[in-house]
Structures are given as C-alpha cells and as structure tokens.
C-alpha cells in the first residue's frame, strides 16, 4: 500500500459512529449531581491569560535563541568550545568546534530535534542550525545520537563519508583518515559516500573506510567468520573478490539478509546471479520483485526487497525475548 | 428537527431537553473522534459522556464566532488529551497481533474490509502516533495546532505521522 492509497483509504473512514450504547443516562446524571453547571468556569478562565501570555513569551525566546546555536552540557571535566572552556553549559554556534579530552564528556541539544553525547578525545564542529537541516562535521572521535524527526534532518559528515539520520539513534566513531564503525540501536541510519551508500537498522553495524566508505552492514550476532569474509569483500579490489563473495553466500543465514541486499548490489555483474539465487533462497523476494529486476538494480525491484527484509529483521529485533520469529518470513513461529 | 442555533441557544439558558438534542445530534460525530484517539471503545464512551459533561460546563463560553460542530469538536479533542495526560492508568498497547493467521495478507477485493482493517490498525498504532495521525491525517488540524494541543514540538507531530503512516502501511499490507 502506498502513500495515496493510505490518504484515499483514510478518506472513506465515516466521520461519524454510533455509540454501542445510549450513554445519555449517565451524562444526565453527572449533570445533576452538580458536575457540569454551565457557570463555574468563567470564574475561572482569567487563569489562562497571563499563562498564555508567560507561554508565547517562553516560545519567542526559545524560538529567537534556537536559530544558530545549539545547547551544550558538559557532562564530565571540562571540553573546549573554540579556546573556551565550558564550565557548566553553553552555547555552540554555526562554525565552533567543540573539543574533548580523554576525561572530558559533552551533551548537545540537536535543536528541538535530538541529542548527540561526545565522548572522550572527540573533535566536531557544528556546520548547520536550521530548522530542516541539522549538520555535524565529526573530525575524530566518537559520538552517540538520539533524534526524533523525520528522516534527512540531521547529518553528521565524517572524512568517509555522511551519516544521514532516518529516525533512530546510533553511535558513530571515527578516526581522523575515516576509519570507523556506525552501530544503530534504533530505526536506521543511511551512511553515504559518494554514490555509493549503505542503510543499517537497528541492531546491525557497519565499517567504515576511508577509501571504499560505507561497508556491508551486518546484525550484531553475525558469526566472526561470516563478518571476516564481508570486511574482506569491502577490502577486495573490484573483479578478485570472487572468493570471499563464495564465503559469504555460504555463511549466510536468513538474519544475514540485509547483508547480501548489499552485497548483490556491489558485486561484480558476472556474481550478482549466484548473489540473488542465494538471497532469494534464505529469504524468498515479496511479490511483484522479479530476478531480472533485481540484477538490473531496478530501484523499485531493490526497494520493494529491502522493505521485506527490513520489516523482518524490525519484528525480529523488536520482539527478541518475546517471540520467537521465523528469518525467512518475520511470522512468528508456532 | 429543531435549529441547532435555536438547541445551543435553549441549552445555554439551562434547557436539559435542548442539550439532550445537542447530545443526540453530535454523539456519533464525538464518539468516533474519542474511539480514534483513544483506540479503545470503553475509554472512548468514558470520554464521550465527559465532552458532554464538559460541553454543559462550558456551554455558555461559546459565542458563535464558529461553527458549534466546530467548536464542540476542539472540546473533544482537548478532553480526550487532557485525560491521557492526567491520567497513567492506561494501560500500554501490546504488541499487534502475532497469530499468523493475523498477519496474512488481505485477499480479494483490495477496498474490501478495508476501513475495518484500517481502524483496527488505527487502533494499534502507539498513543503518540495514533493521536498525531488521528488529529493531521482524519481530522485535519495542522503540525502547528497539534504540537499546541498534545503538548509536543511541531517536529515530533511530524515525526510522528512519518511512524504513523509507515506503520499503517506495514499493518495493511500483511
């Protein structure tokens, strides 16, 4: 179901319900015992001005201070922002760079949209304040985000490449040449360099480098086999891949799905066959996405995939501990 | 049928038979504002019988400058969110339903069953998004008067249609 067949269904919903029941009886009852009246709240109703006045106030100056600069916390010692050290709380502005040290920690109020936590021997900048664009430049160092926005409000560039938020919260580090590590622990994070760029949802990692960027993301309790052979496929030079893509396919399991939906898009054409055989295998494509679409990269073929597995691994993350759910469908078992 | 000026009219100068009328007028249009936002039909009746009760209470407040229907329906609204956040006694929503009987797909005629479907899963949205898609997407306010009414920022209304509809979509399509 798409957008506009949602809209036109919600369109049809009846404006109005009958009640299962009369409920005027006990409506006329509150009435006489004294609990409506028609008359007791004008007495009342001056309370609203001045508490109305005090909240257009508050919101004008939270309004005028949040244009370009973003609040700041200092969690533990003393981080710099510029030369200055903060004491207690400040300011960041658009262009400041904000500084740890080994014992120092920092919290960031993201606009009115989220928080980043730096941690120790971290270096950023704040590159944007605006209402529809939130841009951290992440020079070294670690950092945890929580937001709750749309997705593509908030941006923290690294030297790889751009974490582009999708309505989540993760941890991102890096070191000062682009090497890092992206790990979500809810919604999903897009990382993009270039043209090339790599989607990670809760529960799953992903390495970063600083020639290739974006690797193949992979679920926390991936086996270290199954990790090794996809860090060594990132590594690999284009056309002597071959094997460890081999080693992939063979370590696979259905919660590795996201995995080789990367994968068949980064393949050397020749492989991208044996990759979607294999995918298809642990986790059977949803109707309407055909093989040839696939290994054409057709974008409604690949979108239509990854909506499949991404649900599937959501209701696995989501209900681990509760309910045991089949990889291949997302239906729970019996 | 009496004019609803003429009912609002009688019912402000105390006339319980007029208000009567006003109840049986609007209760459908009041009942599903609260089943909706409340996604529960037991709350939804509590909530019905206190916009009504409210509506007695603050019956001789309304002016005219709009419409009643209008009017009566901001009082709903508001009702309806005061008491979820006065009150913690709701209970949380569990998960949707994990028979997988539950979760196949419709078949049939697309359109078939669909508004019950979709009330269901209007139903099973979490409290946060349920409101926000119940007030922008059925009954029209915008992110601004959201935010004032449910007491969140514009941004979290819009993140929580964003949820909202994308959760709807999953729900609808299993």
Sequence with gaps: ?334 | MPQPDDLVARAQAGDQTAFRELYRQHAGRVYALCLRLTGDDGDAEDRTQDVFVRLWDKLRSFRGDSAFSSWLHRLAVNVVLNERRTTSRRERRVMPAEDPAALEKHRGNPTEGLSIDLERAIAELPDGAREVFVLYDIEGYGHGEIAQLVGIAEGTSKAQLFRARRLLREKLER
């Design chain 1, 1 to 334: 179901m798409n957008e506009r067949e949602l809209q036109d269904a919600v369109n049809r919903l009846p404006k109005s319900i009958d009640p299962p029941r009369d409920l005027w009886p006990g409506i006329e009852a509150r009435l006489g015992t004294g609990a409506g009246g028609g008359f007791a709240s004008w007495r009342r109703r001056w309370y609203w001005v001045p508490l109305a006045a005090a909240a257009v106030f508050a919101f004008l100056l939270i309004a005028r201070a949040e244009r370009s600069a973003w609040d700041v916390t200092a969690l533990a010692g003393r981080p710099l922002i510029g030369t200055r050290r903060l004491a207690a709380s400040g300011r960041l502005r658009v262009g400041d760079w904000l500084q740890t040290d080994d014992s120092s920690r920092a919290l960031i109020a993201v606009g009115r949209i989220g928080q980043v936590e730096v941690r120790p021997d971290t270096r950023l900048q704040l590159v944007v304040a605006k209402a529809n664009e939130h841009r951290l430049s992440l020079a070294r160092g670690t950092i945890d985000a929580k937001v709750d926005a749309v997705p593509r409000l908030f941006f923290v560039e690294t030297p790889a490449g751009t974490a582009i938020d999708l309505g989540c919260a993760y941890t991102l580090e890096t070191d000062s040449l682009g090497k890092g590590l992206l790990r979500v622990t809810a919604g999903e994070v897009e990382f993009q360099t270039g043209s090339r760029s790599s989607r990670v949802p809760l529960g799953a990692l992903m390495q970063i480098q600083p020639a290739t960027g974006p690797g193949v993301p992979y679920v926390e309790e991936a086996p270290a086999p199954f990790v090794r052979a996809l860090i060594a496929f990132d590594l690999e030079r284009r056309g002597t891949r071959a094997r460890a893509v081999r080693t992939v396919l063979a370590l696979a399991r259905p919660q590795d799905a996201i995995s080789l939906w990367h994968v068949l898009q980064r393949v050397d054409p020749p492989l991208r066959g044996v990759v979607y055989d294999r995918l298809a295998a642990l986790v059977p494509p949803p109707p309407g996405v055909t093989r040839r679409g696939a290994l054409a990269l057709e974008s409604r073929a690949l979108e239509g995939y990854w909506t499949k597995i991404q649900r599937i691994h959501f209701r696995i993350m989501v209900l681990r501990g509760v309910r045991e759910i089949d990889p291949r469908t997302g239906l729970a078992k019996p």
